[in-house]
Nanobody, 124 residues
Framework: QVQLVESGGGLVQAGGSLRLSCAAS????????MGWFRQAPGKEREFVAA????????SYADSMKGRFTISRDSAKNTVYLQMNSLKPEDTAVYYC?????????????????WGQGTQVTVSL
């Protein structure tokens, strides 16, 4: 089992940047695919980005490509989401998730563990 704690959210103006962090407990961090999802008020939770457990293969939702970068640091048991050129529509609660499934996935159903989320608000 793994516990996930997100941090780094906050209020930023449109065009600004934020870096989210997700600290994972336990020794088996390297055995999990890691993902970021987000949920805006009244909307379903949607995929943002994911990084594989071994070679660090990454996957992004189309609307985040070129603006967001996911990375992981196994020495620190932490996964990051660097968000640049933020827009008001990026406002949401951002969740970190861990998957033990064989393949990297954009489906929230494939993730086994979730953090509590961190709020990101982008103002005009």
């Amino acid at each position: 089992q793994v516990q996930l704690v997100e941090s780094g959210g906050g209020l930023v103006q449109a065009g600004g940047s934020l870096r989210l962090s997700c600290a994972a407990s336990g020794r088996t961090f390297s055995s999990y695919h890691m993902g970021w999802f987000r949920q805006a008020p009244g909307k379903e939770r949607e995929f943002v980005a994911a990084v594989s457990r071994s070679v660090g293969y990454t996957s992004y939702a189309d609307s985040m490509k070129g603006r967001f970068t996911i990375s992981r640091d196994s020495a620190k048991n932490t996964v990051y989401l660097q968000m640049n050129s933020l827009k008001p529509e990026d406002t949401a609660v951002y969740y970190c998730a861990a998957s033990q499934k064989i393949s990297l996935s954009a489906s929230r159903l494939q993730y086994d563990y979730w953090g509590q989320g961190t709020q990101v608000t982008v103002s005009l």
